[in-house]
């Protein structure tokens, strides 16, 4: 207890604790990659390798988005404004079709910058060339549950699908218990993937006890499209294929009637919400307190840098917070506390790391954020959840810790050279406006 590799003292702990336990004047110690003590007082008796001084701020566990593809910070302004299928088809798939290992290794390491400088520790990641997204996180030092993304068509990386699916099976073998990465099953979505491919990917999730992440009921046309195929709505038709369970997490869940949220309930199925990209795409609007009230784990993604346009988990659980509302004409739907919790400890149940993750408390890995609260837009506070859902944002965060590492302090990135992630970055847009100009 005297001893300890990180201290972080002087500021108001917000555990998100199942118990909403708040600490005033509260201090947390880490050794290793675990903490150690989340308690009240003054620690003047514990020894510390490092010390952060909150300085009165907040202290509270790092972000989790659950839904990215994050080296798609590359298109981040490519073209906005326009229908999907003119966006999909004249700028978005002709650039993917060209995409390499460098291109995403690129993006992502850009993701992760900005996702570590506005409180995100964790992402989950749904992809081309995984590995490279893989090898990012871990050079960034963040943590993260990513896939390569399945579909029936040839993909860039690995080919033909039966390619993919020993791609995905070739990842999980080798991160498995990894301390930072962990690996998914993800099929692209209902309408992009075979009944077969379905069946054998929900085969080898089970396999390997890894979660199986899917696009379900995004958009209005993607409901016609799956009815007019299979006869039936996405989750009854993922329901007759046998895959649905409390591995699977369906990112999105837009359009659903009574009879899917009864479905997910009934197999315990995890969501994550998109409201920015819901919104930019003009799909609609999820009714996750609906979901909530049945007792479905929700969690909070951002969605790629193409629709949304960025990563700041601070601005999306503002807007999560105020869409409902407008939505349902009710003020009161969807709290503050709520949203945060979407964003922490309810991400981490989603993503099948609430062991681990989402809460402080004592033996949790040590994913912690802290922020400076002397800011005009933040004082004078008198509710914590309140400012961190409509005041504060991504950049009030001044230090972050992932399982047990400082990885920014004073917000100076301490694993990455920000200034050559960023020339990459560069570099990489002129490559696809080139691709851009002449099309294949
Ligand atoms: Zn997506």
Same mark, same amino acid.
Not at 114 to 139: H, K, N, P, R, W
Not at 290 to 303: C, K, Y
Not at 386 to 400: F, I, M, N, R
């Given at each position: 207890?005297?001893?300890?590799?990180?201290?972080?003292?002087?500021?108001?702990?917000?555990?998100?604790?199942?118990? @909403?336990?708040?600490?005033?004047?509260?201090?947390?110690?880490? @050794?290793?990659?675990?903490?150690?003590?989340?308690?009240?007082?003054?620690?003047?008796?514990? $020894?510390?390798?490092?010390?952060?001084?909150? /300085?009165?701020?907040?202290?509270?566990?790092?972000?989790?988005?659950?839904?990215?593809?994050?080296?798609?910070?590359?298109? @981040?302004?490519?073209?906005?404004?326009?229908?999907?299928?003119?966006?999909?088809?004249?700028?978005?798939?002709?650039?993917? #079709? @060209?995409?390499?290992?460098?291109?995403?290794?690129? =993006?992502?390491?850009?993701?992760?910058?900005?996702?570590?400088?506005? =409180?995100?520790?964790?992402?989950?990641?749904?992809?081309?060339?995984?590995?490279?997204?893989?090898? %990012?996180?871990?050079? %960034?030092?963040?943590?993260?549950?990513?896939? +390569?993304?399945?579909?029936?068509?040839?993909?860039?990386?690995?080919?033909?699908? +039966?390619? =993919?699916? !020993?791609?995905?099976?070739?990842?999980?073998?080798?991160?498995?218990?990894?301390?930072?990465?962990?690996? %998914?099953?993800?099929?692209?979505?209902?309408?992009?993937?075979?009944?077969?491919?379905?069946?054998?990917?929900?085969?080898?999730?089970?396999?390997?006890?890894?979660?199986?992440?899917?696009?379900?009921?995004?958009?209005?046309?993607?409901?016609?499209?799956?009815?007019?195929?299979?006869?039936?709505?996405?989750?009854?038709?993922?329901?007759?294929?046998?895959?649905?369970?409390?591995?699977?997490?369906?990112?999105?869940?837009?359009?659903?009637?009574?009879?899917?949220?009864?479905?997910?309930?009934?197999?315990?199925?995890?969501?994550?919400?998109?409201?920015?990209?819901?919104?930019?795409?003009?799909?609609?609007?999820?009714?996750?307190?609906?979901?909530?009230?049945?007792?479905?784990?929700?969690?909070?993604?951002?969605?790629?840098?193409?629709?949304?346009?960025?990563?700041?988990?601070?601005?999306?659980?503002?807007?999560?917070? /105020?869409?409902? !509302?407008?939505? %349902?004409?009710?003020?009161?739907?969807?709290?503050?506390?709520?949203?945060?919790?979407?964003?922490?400890?309810?991400?981490?149940?989603?993503?099948?790391?609430?062991?681990?993750?989402?809460?402080? +408390?004592?033996?949790?890995?040590?994913?912690?954020?802290?922020?400076?609260?002397?800011?005009?837009?933040?004082?004078?506070?008198?509710?914590?959840?309140?400012?961190?859902?409509?005041?504060?944002?991504?950049?009030?965060?001044?230090?972050?810790?992932?399982?047990?590492?400082?990885?920014?302090?004073?917000?100076?990135?301490?694993?990455?050279?920000?200034?050559?992630?960023? $020339?990459?970055?560069?570099?990489? #847009?002129?490559?696809?406006?080139?691709?851009?100009?002449?099309?294949?």
């Amino acid at each position: 207890m005297n001893q300890a590799d990180i201290l972080i003292k002087n500021g108001t702990v917000l555990t998100m604790d199942p118990q @909403r336990t708040v600490i005033e004047k509260g201090f947390l110690c880490i @050794r290793g990659d675990t903490l150690s003590a989340v308690a009240k007082g003054d620690p003047h008796e514990i $020894r510390a390798d490092k010390t952060i001084d909150a /300085k009165g701020g907040l202290i509270l566990p790092g972000l989790i988005n659950g839904h990215t593809h994050a080296a798609m910070t590359l298109f @981040r302004g490519l073209a906005d404004d326009l229908p999907l299928m003119d966006w999909l088809n004249h700028y978005i798939f002709p650039v993917e #079709s @060209r995409m390499d290992r460098e291109f995403v290794r690129t =993006g992502t390491l850009l993701a992760c910058a900005e996702m570590i400088l506005s =409180g995100t520790t964790t992402f989950c990641d749904m992809y081309l060339f995984e590995e490279e997204v893989a090898q %990012a996180a871990q050079a %960034a030092g963040m943590r993260c549950l990513v896939g +390569e993304v399945l579909y029936d068509f040839p993909s860039p990386n690995y080919g033909p699908i +039966e390619q =993919g699916l !020993k791609y995905t099976e070739s990842l999980i073998r080798k991160w498995q218990g990894h301390p930072l990465v962990s690996i %998914a099953v993800e099929p692209h979505a209902v309408y992009t993937c075979s009944p077969d491919l379905l069946v054998r990917a929900n085969r080898l999730s089970l396999q390997y006890k890894v979660p199986l992440i899917i696009h379900v009921a995004e958009s209005a046309s993607e409901i016609e499209a799956v009815k007019k195929k299979y006869g039936r709505k996405p989750f009854e038709h993922l329901e007759s294929l046998g895959v649905l369970g409390p591995h699977v997490i369906a990112d999105h869940c837009v359009h659903l009637d009574e009879a899917e949220i009864q479905r997910m309930v009934r197999h315990d199925v995890k969501v994550i919400t998109n409201p920015e990209s819901n919104m930019k795409l003009a799909s609609g609007i999820s009714p996750v307190p609906r979901l909530l009230a049945q007792g479905i784990t929700v969690g909070l993604g951002t969605d790629g840098c193409a629709s949304n346009n960025n990563l700041d988990l601070f601005e999306e659980m503002d807007t999560t917070a /105020k869409l409902h !509302k407008v939505g %349902a004409m009710d003020p009161t739907v969807l709290d503050a506390f709520t949203v945060l919790r979407m964003a922490t400890l309810s991400g981490a149940k989603a993503l099948g790391l609430a062991d681990r993750i989402g809460s402080l +408390e004592a033996g949790k890995r040590a994913d912690v954020i802290v922020l400076d609260t002397h800011k005009p837009h933040l004082t004078p506070m008198y509710n914590p959840y309140s400012h961190l859902v409509y005041a504060a944002k991504g950049s009030d965060v001044t230090h972050s810790v992932i399982n047990g590492k400082l990885v920014m302090e004073d917000r100076r990135l301490l694993t990455l050279d920000l200034r050559d992630v960023l $020339r990459h970055a560069e570099e990489m #847009s002129e490559k696809v406006l080139s691709w851009l100009a002449s099309p294949d």
